[in-house]
């Protein structure tokens, strides 16, 4: 009885008087996933049908001709197979070899005999210690005839006779320079990301929001281009409220990229919408030949598009295309999902940084009124418990009642700095006075969707003595421009309909000196709005949230009226 290891768990065992015995069944289960069959027929179809790889049996269970059957079915097995196997002696020589094996590099073979008589040696000083050794696997790089380095692994096994003495090794080794390439590349991706993911707030000390943006993009253009070839991608970040996918940033694409509407829908809105509805990564070989594309946006062969996670939230999609078919293939595909979600991560903590501008001095107040609170209310309690044991004291009464009145306007002044201030720092005044007269009856149009923010902008505008109309979305700005003139236009970059840069091109159409201030609330510039306009006459851009006196500063240079009139 004898058997030949190849580097492959499945055994098929026939069963017979001397085969079936606890001792073979012990070690082949050791090797791999056994299946014992009662006839030389069962044995026969199985190997026929390609579902096992060794065979075990007693040496007369197949008669002559179906031994020379199955021995012709191995054969051919062994020899057609893209790997290279090989029978190598106990004194390093290779007995026998598959085409594969006899097409490979000298220096292939020699490290394929050494590693055989390595795993010989080990298995020989096991045996003397009534142990066994299993098949050893190992990696070696080699050069081919054109002088590259090609990545290999061989899997050695023993070939014992009748009585389990070693007789010869079996060698099954295969090229895995792709598998090797493929977990180096993922494997700079990914320190590349956790690079990128790991965004110091030191680093943004002094900048901007223009300049942080910059420094974003930067890294990740950097990162695409360097590391996955991309040259040309967009990233699109998901708006929960309306579903729309709006682009945070593009390279390498076509000005439609910026104008396109699309949304998360699974039909009808390209493959982006479909990528961003059901959160699956999709490759296009051929756009003029996929009804998903959306053509007329550029000239691109083929595209690849993966969805952009925040830890378990789909937040986004980031596209990838090429001007040539059948570019990308599930490589590029896993290394984009990889290198996603590290670009969701810092679009996030990037966003989380504006977002915190917000929101500190709205935290920092209710953190002071909180804390001095108590103190307040003790003050209170004793200058009334005064107040009533000393009567008669009218000077006394008159500096108790003092006392009151401060901590009462020490409290609500707390109160009121602690109240959200829908996208502006520090309060609009109630008080009266006088119209700004280098504002003084200037027409402007405010374009905005948060009816806080809209609203908070009329009454300020107002109170200078403007004209102001208001509109609630893009749409609505650039029918109000085509009615009549505006000295200005002050208009959020993110609405629905038409956009900040839509409302600001139309504006600057019907009047060239027609001045425009943006405004934006975001970690990044959507649609690239800031950077296009900026190039075709953008007087100014208003980073949420601002202050009253940055508003008005802002509108006054715009207008070219003196800052401090």
């Known amino acids: 009885m004898a058997f030949v290891a190849v580097d492959t768990p499945r055994i098929l065992l026939l069963s017979g008087a001397q085969a079936r015995t606890a001792s073979l069944l012990s070690l082949l289960d050791r090797e791999g996933e056994v299946r014992v069959v009662d006839s030389c027929q069962e044995a026969i179809e199985a190997i026929q049908a390609g579902e096992v790889d060794i065979v075990v049996s007693d040496a007369g269970d197949f008669l002559p001709d179906q031994c020379a059957q199955c021995s012709r079915w191995i054969r051919q097995a062994i020899?057609?197979?893209?790997?290279?196997?090989?029978?190598?002696?106990?004194?390093?020589?290779?007995?026998?070899?598959?085409?594969?094996?006899?097409a490979m590099p000298e220096a292939v073979l020699g490290a394929i005999v050494g590693t055989c008589l390595s795993v010989a040696g080990d298995w020989q000083r096991s045996a003397e210690h009534g142990r066994m050794a299993s098949r050893a696997v190992e990696r070696f790089t080699a050069s081919n005839e054109r002088g590259e380095?090609?990545?290999?692994?061989?899997?050695?096994?023993?070939?014992?006779?009748?009585?389990?003495?070693?007789?010869?090794?079996?060698?099954?080794?295969?090229?895995?320079?792709?598998?090797v390439q493929f977990q180096r590349r993922i494997q700079a991706v990914q320190q590349a990301g956790e690079r990128l993911s790991r965004l110091e707030a030191e680093q943004f000390i002094g900048l901007e929001v223009p300049q942080r943006v910059a420094k974003v993009e930067e890294q990740i253009v950097s990162c695409a281009r360097d590391l996955m070839n991309f040259q040309r991608f967009s990233i699109r970040l998901l708006d929960r409220k309306t579903g729309r996918l709006d682009v945070a940033m593009a390279q390498g694409m076509s000005d439609a990229v910026y104008t396109r509407e699309i949304t998360a829908s699974a039909e009808g809105?390209?493959?982006?919408?479909?990528?961003?509805?059901?959160?699956?990564?999709?490759?296009?070989?051929?756009?003029?030949?996929?009804?998903?594309?959306?053509?007329?946006?550029?000239?691109?062969?083929?595209?690849?598009?993966?969805?952009?996670?925040?830890?378990?939230?789909?937040?986004?999609?980031?596209?990838?295309?090429?001007?040539?078919?059948?570019?990308?293939?599930?490589?590029?595909?896993?290394?984009?999902e990889v290198f996603?979600?590290?670009?969701?991560?810092?679009?996030?903590?990037?966003?989380?940084l504006v977002v915190e501008r917000f929101h500190t001095t709205g935290r920092f107040a209710d953190d002071v009124s909180s804390e001095i609170s108590g103190p307040l209310n003790d003050i209170l309690s004793e200058a009334s418990a005064l107040v009533d044991e000393y009567i008669g004291d009218e000077a006394l009464h008159a500096r108790l009642q003092t006392i009151v009145g401060n901590v009462t306007k020490i409290r609500d002044s707390v109160k009121q700095a602690a109240r959200p201030t829908n996208g502006f720092r520090g309060d609009v005044s109630n008080g009266k006075k006088a119209p700004d007269p280098a504002l003084a009856g200037k027409r402007l149009l405010v374009a905005d969707d948060e009816d806080a923010i809209r609203e908070t902008l009329y009454e300020v505008l107002r109170k200078e003595g403007c004209e102001v109309d208001t509109a609630r979305d893009g749409a609505q700005a650039v029918a109000l421009l085509a009615q009549g003139d505006y000295d200005l236009v002050l208009a959020d970059i993110r609405m629905p309909?038409?956009?900040?840069?839509?409302?600001?091109?139309?504006?600057?159409?019907?009047?060239?000196?027609?001045?425009?201030?943006?405004?934006?609330?975001?970690?990044?510039d959507p649609d690239h709005s800031i950077v296009r306009a900026r190039q075709e006459g953008l007087s100014a851009v208003l980073f949420k949230p601002f202050k009253v006196d940055e508003l008005l500063t802002a509108i006054r240079q715009a207008l070219g009226q003196p800052v401090n009139p």
């Open 79 to 102: 020899g057609t197979s893209g790997e290279g196997v090989a029978a190598v002696s106990l004194t390093g020589k290779i007995l026998w070899g598959n085409s594969s094996l006899q």
């Open 149 to 179: 380095q090609i990545d290999y692994e061989v899997a050695v096994s023993p070939v014992l006779d009748a009585e389990a003495h070693l007789t010869q090794m079996a060698a099954v080794v295969r090229d895995i320079t792709t598998a």
């Open 269 to 336: 809105q390209g493959i982006c919408g479909f990528v961003a509805a059901t959160g699956r990564s999709y490759i296009c070989p051929n756009t003029s030949a996929d009804p998903r594309y959306l053509q007329g946006i550029g000239d691109a062969g083929s595209s690849l598009t993966a969805p952009l996670w925040l830890h378990d939230e789909l937040v986004g999609v980031f596209n990838v295309e090429s001007d040539r078919v059948n570019v990308f293939d599930d490589v590029d595909r896993q290394m984009l």
């Open 340 to 352: 996603g979600r590290h670009v969701a991560v810092t679009l996030n903590i990037l966003d989380l």
């Open 497 to 524: 309909h038409k956009n900040g840069y839509e409302v600001f091109a139309d504006a600057k159409e019907r009047n060239p000196d027609c001045p425009v201030i943006l405004m934006t609330g975001f970690g990044y």
